[in-house]
């Protein structure tokens, strides 16, 4: 059992830093007025928050409430607007708590129902801690302002811990984080880093404890930089920590040399910053331009493109696709201003569990320094990306069709489908990946038979096992080759993924195993057998329907109901 930490193991803050962090909450607040003093001049679908984002978030006024009522000892219990998990109660919703609960009742609430659940969290941390080098190993979070979590091997772990040491196996996988590559942030003299959205600060601290020198730019909402700001601040108080406005941008584009530092940039100054030339060797993204508006994220592409061109630097940016939210896939529009997308894979382990969606760099040169000791999947982005949907090849019972930033596989059997103005996912079959090799893999793991075969007989239905499915075929239907008739929305059949499946259909379906006879109707007698209501003429006499085809015999009269069979029988002359 491994111990949990919980705020009453916590570094408590001290009356110093309680009053570097008042003079940051001044200068925040003051960031956030003067937006509202130019909001004229501003862009309103660029500047002023928006998407996932909006001012309408409870997340703004709680924040705020928090910081004005001393709980800056709670700033990572309620930073759960930016990792999507809440350590305040390790559940996966966005609950904002009481500010006035003890730490003795959250502890509690801890031991009671959180201390001893770890078998997963613990899973994924050696996952991904293994992929790391022993400078990045042993890398952790202080236990402070509410961090919380199990002590593993002298690391602070939680659901948080878990998903950063993912991102920093994945940029030192590619070259990024990795001291042995000439190239890599390691071996720059003071490296300039420009994180766009930079939530509480998570994904700086790990950087600039790795790399003191580093210059560490955040770009963000100013609401956003309040997290971010202070907790930085005051766990790298020797630096070069610098709230940044529109009086003292230029001192950001100075060559500087020696210990680096963090600079808070408000997100409504980013032209101006890249106006000013301000050029960067990694701008980073993680997450949230998934959450932002189309507008804002073309804005800050067009940004960083000029940023990261004329000195070689890369685009480093990991989304999830949103579109489900009714937000953003990011990466359909980041591929439009660059050239090139290195698609990030780890090649010892080829199914790499990403958890936040899949990364990418992108850059302007093919061959950039980065990449030149490791094999990277290098695609010019308007090969998958394509405003018209492009059939590339047929694969199997699928055909592959390449459409904005994915490769769609389409089972043959689906009608026509048009993937401008139709939504395919979740349909069943489809198979959505980033790549023509990712989406034949996975139709390959999709069982197939090229030749119908039949399985058995159920009830009335013979049951074929063709391509990915089983059908389910009304005897009545007679000898049917699947290979060159569609069936679907025939009248009775029955499709399923597996056997098991198509039974539990059928069985659905009213069926009688002894033929009955219903009643005298006219010159018919109706018997109900299987699925189906029989009017047969009486002048044909007794007629065991279990052992004698009367399809096609003269006047026979064939239904699913018994209202339907009378209508037939009635159109007899």
């Not at 190239?183 to 600039?208: D, H, M, R």
Request: hydrophobic residues 35%.
């Amino acid at each position: 059992m491994y111990r949990f930490i919980s705020l009453e193991d916590q570094e408590r803050i001290t009356p110093f830093e309680i009053s570097v962090a008042e003079e940051i909450f001044e200068k925040i607040l003051h960031l956030i007025s003067y937006r509202s003093s130019i909001v004229t001049s501003l862009e309103e679908e660029v500047d002023l928050p928006g998407g996932g984002w909006s001012l309408t978030q409870p997340f703004y006024k709680f924040s705020q409430q928090m910081f004005e009522q001393n709980h800056l000892d709670r700033l990572r219990l309620y930073a759960s607007m930016f990792t999507g998990f809440p350590l305040l109660t390790f559940r996966e919703e966005n609950i904002f708590h009481d500010l006035n609960d003890s730490n003795d009742t959250i502890d509690k609430f801890y031991k009671d129902t959180i201390a001893e659940k770890y078998d997963s969290v613990l899973d994924a941390f050696k996952f991904y801690n293994d992929l790391l080098p022993p400078y990045l190993k042993l890398l952790t979070p202080p236990i402070k302002f509410g961090e919380v979590g199990w002590q593993i091997d002298s690391v602070l772990v939680n659901h948080d811990t878990v998903a950063y040491r993912e991102r920093l196996a994945i940029m030192y996988d590619c070259g990024l984080l990795n001291s042995k590559q000439p190239q890599s942030l390691f071996n720059k003299t003071n490296p300039t880093i420009i994180e766009i959205g930079g939530g509480y600060g998570g994904l700086a601290y790990y950087i600039a404890k790795t790399i003191p020198e580093v210059n560490y730019v955040i770009v963000d909402l100013p609401e956003s930089l309040l997290y971010s700001s202070i907790y930085l601040s005051l766990l790298f108080p020797d630096r070069d920590n610098q709230i940044m406005n529109r009086s003292n941008l230029e001192e950001l584009v100075k060559q500087k040399r020696g210990l680096g530092g963090f600079k808070f940039i408000p997100n409504y100054e980013w032209k101006n910053l890249v106006l000013l030339g301000c050029k960067a060797d990694l701008v980073i993204n993680t997450l949230s331009m998934s959450e932002m508006t189309e507008e804002q994220v073309r804005n800050y592409c067009g940004g960083i493109a000029k940023i990261c061109t004329e000195n070689g630097g890369i685009f480093f940016e990991q989304n999830q696709d949103n579109r489900h939210l009714g937000l953003l896939d990011a990466q359909q529009i980041i591929s439009k201003h660059f050239p090139y997308r290195y698609h990030l894979c780890n090649r010892e382990f080829p199914h790499f569990p990403f958890m936040q969606g899949y990364p990418n760099l992108y850059a302007h040169q093919e061959k950039n320094d980065y990449f030149k000791e490791r094999p990277i999947e290098i695609e010019k982005c308007d090969t998958p990306y394509t405003k018209v949907p492009r059939l590339v090849e047929s694969y199997q019972s699928y055909n592959i069709v390449a459409y904005r930033n994915n490769y769609f596989g389409l089972p043959k059997k689906m009608d026509s489908i048009n993937l401008t103005t139709t939504d395919v996912r979740g349909h069943e079959g489809v198979v959505i990946a980033k790549t023509l090799t990712e989406v034949k893999q996975e139709i390959s793991k999709i069982p197939y038979i090229k030749v119908p075969r039949l399985v058995k007989s159920y009830q009335s239905y013979n049951i074929v096992e063709y391509g990915n499915n089983y059908f389910g075929l009304p005897k009545e239907m007679g000898p049917i080759d699947l290979a060159t008739t569609d069936v679907r929305g025939h009248e009775g059949v029955v499709i399923a993924k597996t056997l098991t499946e198509v039974k539990q259909e059928i069985s659905k379906i009213p069926y009688n195993e002894v033929p009955r006879l219903v009643e005298s109707y006219q010159s018919y007698n109706i018997v109900e057998y299987g699925n189906n209501y029989f009017g047969l003429p009486k002048e044909m006499g007794p007629i065991d329907l279990a052992t004698t085809d009367v399809r096609g015999h003269e006047g026979v009269v064939i239904a699913k109901t018994l209202t339907e069979v009378k209508q037939e029988i009635s159109k007899i002359p």
